[in-house]
């Protein structure tokens, strides 16, 4: 359980969809429980969901409205996705001068199947914003790399240079023009505040059911709390990590009512039905 735990609190990011599907289980679990310090962290937790559909609905209308094209935007990304291929084809070229069967090769193609799994193309061609997702997750990743992996993988170059082109590619995708609804940057700051929120709760649920913590005859019943808890989380996560291994992109959105991924096109609700979803949701909580 530990190496588990460790694990949830290096979680993936979840969509808005699933965190809120994920949510609305362990509340109910919560309540089974009567924890209320847990009812009521889940529930907050649950709301800021709910006001960050309303953004994604918001920001989807937003990008609509607007030109592929925007702002410098359009240059930035041809110059990522040329550094990303420039990427790719370096790391993957080390295979030509390793043991194919040492830790070294093990070590370079461990990475092109973690960020390339299905080929740089697969990033190149995604949107600005699903791109812009992925490479700010990549720098986390590359800024705790050593210098002699970094060596290792032939990235000097690549890895401060990805690093200095996010930013400029962010602040590009969030000028606002006229008649914008809403920023991309507020949206990107809820989403993350959504998935903070999801790693304190796990934090609370690891602190309020510790079977270090108890007598002997209550470590049963609170390991079986806290694994009942941690379940919808432990289990959305492998889901996601398992489409990572696919696919290198953020993670599909999927009805929060039923945990369904839906496609890239497919809509959870019509426009009219917005609100009434978000309402019903809201009276669930």
């Known amino acids: 359980m530990v190496s588990i735990i460790v694990g949830l609190f290096t979680l993936l990011r979840f969509s808005n969809g699933r965190r809120l599907f994920v949510l ?29 559909r309303k953004k994604e609905r918001r920001w989807a209308r937003t ?54 799994p299905a080929g740089v193309q697969e990033i190149t061609h995604s949107e600005f914003e699903d791109e812009l997702n992925i490479i700010e997750e990549m720098n986390e990743d590359f800024a705790t790399l050593s210098e002699d992996d970094i060596k290792k993988l032939n990235i000097g170059y690549h890895v401060p240079e990805l690093a200095r082109l996010a930013p400029l590619f962010a602040a590009e995708l969030d000028k606002s023009e006229e008649g914008d609804a809403i920023r991309f940057s507020e949206v990107r700051a809820a989403r993350e505040q959504g998935h903070l929120k999801l790693v304190k709760l796990v934090a609370t649920i690891v602190s309020e059911y510790d079977e270090d913590e108890v007598p002997e005859d209550e470590k049963a019943q609170v390991a079986k709390a806290q694994a009942d808890l941690l379940a919808p989380i432990l289990a959305a996560d492998e889901r996601v990590k398992a489409r990572r291994k696919r696919k290198n992109g953020p993670d599909v959105e999927v009805d929060p009512n039923t945990g369904e991924e839906l496609l890239d096109d497919d809509e959870l609700v019509d426009e009219e039905g917005i609100d009434q979803d978000l309402d019903d949701a809201a009276e669930n909580v």
Not at 66 to 82: N, P, V
Not at 98 to 109: F, I, L, Q, S, W
């Open 24 to 52: 609305r289980q362990v509340l109910a679990v919560a309540k089974e429980l009567a924890n209320p310090k847990l009812v009521a962290r889940t529930e907050a937790a649950i709301a800021h969901e709910l006001e960050l």
């Open 63 to 116: 990008k609509g409205k607007r030109s592929k094209a925007r702002g410098e935007a359009q240059a930035l990304d041809a110059r990522i996705d040329r550094l990303l291929s420039s990427l790719y084809r370096t790391v993957e070229s080390v295979l030509d001068a390793v043991d194919p069967t040492g830790e070294h090769a093990a070590m370079v193609r461990a990475f092109l199947a973690k960020y390339f």
